[in-house]
């Protein structure tokens, strides 16, 4: 179970799609609006928080590594030290374009955040929206679907290894979904929110044909089918959102909702640092248990960090 919880990565970038979708909406509703605005606040609202984490934890790994005997930051693997990245290395990070520095600034890749490369892609999402809000002002969800069409050319077309770390790649796909469903539920008719679900179960089954889909490894055809069902459940459940909004045992589920981006953050260096604690006096505990002691602590740390930093920053 432990080993499929990446299933969260498409659900995450279905729903930046529509999140990203109705912020252009939203942009283009007011008149003379500058295009700046748009990049702006989407820069404000993910860059500094992430570089308050990064350099955070970089700093509480340099000094647990260096101050305590047996490096057990460095040792355990789970982080390596601040110094040992290449110029290269600390740029493609602090620009959350690491995933495909390499094939501009040839070099080894090295994430200090591991779990960073889906704010790699996400940047690269709302670069793309931008530009086609500043090409098709009035045509945008067209512009989406030629962006879908490109990435589909260029998926059958080119090696895997070229395009890895791009949005072309085939992750735009989960990002258009999450377009499709804001634009559909947007003009809301019963047929045309039926036809939609439709089209996300055929895609469903159609990749169940593929044998990928079985893999013990992740891979495409696994994000996509998780997409496609996940986005087929946003419809299926939308004459429910508000039924479901005051269900009082879900308001956990909502707190954690508020604070979702500081979660995002933190939960990583908590989990490492964690870890390599526990490598470092001989303990391996079984992910169930990791579970159980990681929780409560990302959970209370990330509120912490929402208040104080991720506050601040919200649009």
């Not at 279905?14 to 989407?42: D, K, Q, W």
């Not at 670069?127 to 260029?154: K, S």
Request: positive net charge.
């Amino acid at each position: 179970v432990a080993q499929r919880l990446w299933m969260g990565v498409p659900v995450f970038f279905v729903i930046s799609g529509y999140c990203i979708a109705a912020a252009v909406h939203s942009h283009m509703a007011r008149a003379n609006r500058p295009l700046h605005e748009y990049f702006t606040r989407r820069l404000r609202r993910i860059y500094p928080p992430y570089w308050v984490v990064l350099m955070a934890t970089l700093f509480i790994v340099a000094a647990l590594d260096v101050g305590i005997t047996g490096s057990p930051m460095s040792k355990s693997g789970e982080f390596l030290r601040p110094w040992w990245y290449d110029t290269r290395q600390w740029l493609g990070n602090l620009t959350l374009t690491e995933t495909w520095r390499s094939h501009i600034l040839p070099g080894q890749k090295a994430l200090m955040l591991g779990h960073v490369w889906t704010l790699c892609y996400e940047e690269q999402f709302y670069v793309v929206a931008g530009l086609l809000l500043w090409l098709l002002p009035r045509h945008f969800f067209v512009g989406t679907i030629g962006v879908t069409a490109a990435t589909a050319a260029v998926v059958m077309a080119a090696p895997a290894a070229r395009v890895e770390g791009f949005f072309f790649d085939g992750s735009w796909f989960q990002f258009w979904f999450g377009v499709l469903v804001y634009q559909s539920l947007g003009r809301g008719a019963g047929a045309r929110l039926g036809a939609l679900c439709v089209f996300f179960l055929v895609a469903a089954g159609m990749l169940v044909q593929w044998p990928q889909l079985l893999a013990p490894d992740k891979n495409n055809v696994q994000a996509l089918f998780v997409a496609s069902l996940f986005a087929a459940l946003l419809v299926l459940l939308h004459s429910r959102d508000a039924a479901l909004a005051r269900v009082r045992w879900l308001r956990p589920v909502q707190w954690c909702g508020v604070m979702c981006y500081s979660l995002y953050l933190v939960h990583l260096p908590v989990v490492k640092v964690l870890r390599a604690g526990l490598t470092t006096i001989g303990q391996h505990p079984t992910p169930y248990i990791s579970m159980l002691l990681a929780m409560p602590m990302c959970l209370a740390i990330a509120w912490g960090f929402h208040v104080v930093v991720e506050r601040h920053f919200l649009n």
